[in-house]
């Protein structure tokens, strides 16, 4: 049974129409050295990922102004209490209003001091009036206080999460390290075609036609590559229903608000598609279904019997990407498109005893069973610090072998994102404060990985399994295709990419 969810509370707005608080992403707690937070440790988390460490100070700042606004609000709001109470024993008493006299100028001026005795000067006209002017200002410090949390919310999502102490302190990813390799790597010869040829002699079109039905990037897959692609996606799922996973196929396409929870502000220029027409009602495109699995998190409440094991998704989705941060990279071929599969490994899990870095190797150690179960050479690296996406507290990508280009590329990325994804969406765990003996609150940790690229899988297989005649099939695959064991070609081994003479393909793949 693969559709099993497991108890947990959901908080639903009761009131409908009602905005919902933005969240942080980062507790703010952390921020507050006076408080027992620790800004020194989020300073250099920001320096190790080659960021400015002056962020959390902007944020800082804002926060001591915002408690400043919040504190004023909450004893001016007991001073127009205190009028209210004086003027409803004079009421009980019998005592008449008295004139409209105008409030002491005094009074006014420390208006954030006045005790029962101070107040008690003034008759109930007075403290009619003085309650309604004390109303106004609370209003404005209230607005005031919106303003500045939204700025501090706004200054907090550009703080990265809190790197894992392994992440090498540079943003130059030639220092990325190599933690294991697998498989040997095949030899270049005369007759080693890169994927591009490759494809296009297996039925893969990027011609004029294709171009004028979606402009760059775009492909049409004809016979054997249409099966080779559900091959993988068929097999691919298959693996994780194995290792525990539930199949999940999400929406492709989120509400704004909720991809700006779950996606960098970077993503929305870069990578994500934009649909609609400015209104309320856009949406965007999904650029990995990681998007949706983690917004599917989003106000849920697990207790930690509902964790006792993590909760481990297969997803699988059509993705959709700009790409407009690669101009001019892989423009040939499909490694390197604006619409392609993905089955995605995603994880929520509980917060304590290290059981996100547990599940860290876990993911990674799949990808490495999965790659090394279709024979592809690999190695997998531990990517530094600065280079990693602000949710991310660790990352490990898989790096396959492309003999043609004689170069590893990446295949799959794994992060732990830790509780930074959670915070976003509101997604606890434990009890609640009333009831637990932490001063803080819980949340989930949230992992996710690639387990397959189809694209990008396949032309490493047609560049590592080419014959004369075709590409051979991996023999996992080909019970997924009718037992087939060799994708023929439509003609004659022949290069018919003029751009392929090596140094200009190293940097067309740069």
């Given at each position: 049974m693969f559709l099993i969810e497991p108890f947990f509370k959901r908080r639903a707005n009761k009131k409908k129409g009602k905005k919902k608080k933005s969240k942080m992403v980062l507790d703010i707690m952390m921020f507050r050295k006076e408080h027992g937070g620790n800004p020194d440790l989020l300073r250099e988390s920001q320096r190790r990922r080659c960021k400015d460490a002056k962020l959390v100070d902007n944020v800082i700042a804002i926060d001591k102004e915002w408690r400043i606004v919040l504190k004023k609000a909450e004893t001016l709001q007991k001073t127009s209490s205190k009028c209210s109470k004086l003027y409803g024993m004079g009421k009980k008493a019998k005592k008449p209003d008295g004139e409209d006299l105008p409030i002491p100028e005094e009074m006014k001026s420390k208006v954030l001091e006045l005790t029962d005795e101070d107040l008690s000067a003034l008759n109930g006209s007075q403290l009619k009036k003085f309650a309604t002017e004390i109303n106004q200002q609370i209003a404005l410090e209230k607005e005031k206080q919106k303003q500045l949390e939204q700025r501090r919310h706004e200054a907090i999502k550009l703080v990265g999460n809190i790197v894992h102490e392994s992440c090498e302190p540079t943003d130059d990813e030639e220092h990325n390290e190599v933690i294991r390799k697998w498989g040997e790597l095949p030899e270049k010869k005369e007759d080693t075609f890169n994927h591009v040829d490759l494809m296009e002699l297996l039925g893969m079109d990027r011609t004029e036609n294709t171009t004028m039905i979606a402009g760059s990037r775009s492909y049409v897959l004809k016979?054997?590559?249409?099966?080779?692609?559900?091959?993988?996606?068929?097999?691919?799922?298959?693996?994780?229903?194995?290792?525990?996973?539930?199949?999940l196929y999400p929406p492709f396409f989120m509400t704004k608000d909720m991809m700006g929870n779950v996606a960098e502000l970077a993503d929305f220029d870069?990578?994500?598609?934009?649909?609609?027409?400015?209104?309320?009602?856009?949406?965007?495109?999904?650029?990995?279904?990681?998007?949706?699995?983690?917004?599917?998190?989003?106000?849920r409440w697990y207790q930690e019997a509902d964790l006792k094991e993590p909760i481990k998704y297969a997803g699988?989705?059509?993705?959709?990407?700009?790409?407009?941060?690669?101009?001019?990279?892989?423009?040939?071929?499909?490694?390197?498109?604006?619409?392609?599969?993905?089955?995605?490994?995603?994880?929520?899990?509980?917060?304590?005893?290290?059981?996100?870095?547990?599940?860290?190797?876990?993911?990674?150690?799949?990808?490495?069973e999965f790659y090394q179960s279709l024979g592809l050479p690999y190695r997998v690296v531990q990517?530094?610090?600065?280079?990693?996406?602000l949710a991310a507290?660790?990352?490990?990508?898989?790096?396959?072998?492309?003999?043609?280009?004689?170069?590893?590329?990446?295949?799959?990325?794994?992060?732990?994102?830790?509780?930074?994804?959670s915070r976003a969406i509101e997604t606890r765990f434990g009890q609640s404060l009333k009831t637990s003996t932490s001063k803080h609150k819980e949340y989930v940790h949230m992992l996710n990985g690639t387990l397959c690229a189809i694209t990008r899988t396949m032309c490493c297989i047609v560049e590592n399994y080419q014959t004369e005649e075709g590409i051979k099939v991996p023999k996992v695959l080909q019970p997924y295709m009718g037992g087939t064991e060799l994708l023929r070609f439509n003609g004659p081994k022949v290069r018919t990419n003029t751009l392929e003479d090596g140094k200009k393909r190293k940097k067309q793949q740069a």
């Open positions: 016979g054997d590559l249409v099966r080779l692609q559900l091959a993988l996606i068929n097999y691919s799922m298959n693996f994780l229903i194995q290792k525990g996973s539930t199949p870069e990578a994500l598609y934009h649909v609609g027409d400015g209104s309320d009602s856009d949406k965007y495109l999904i650029a990995t279904s990681e998007q949706p699995i983690c917004a599917y998190q989003a106000g699988y989705s059509t993705c959709f990407r700009k790409e407009a941060g690669s101009s001019g990279k892989d423009t040939l071929g499909i490694f390197r498109v604006h619409q392609f599969e993905k089955i995605e490994q995603f994880v929520v899990c509980s917060p304590r005893n290290g059981e996100s870095w547990k599940m860290l190797d876990e993911l990674i150690n799949n990808s490495e990517i530094v610090a600065g280079a990693l996406n507290a660790k990352k490990y990508d898989l790096e396959a072998y492309f003999p043609a280009s004689e170069t590893f590329r990446e295949l799959v990325s794994v992060s732990n994102c830790t509780d930074y994804q």
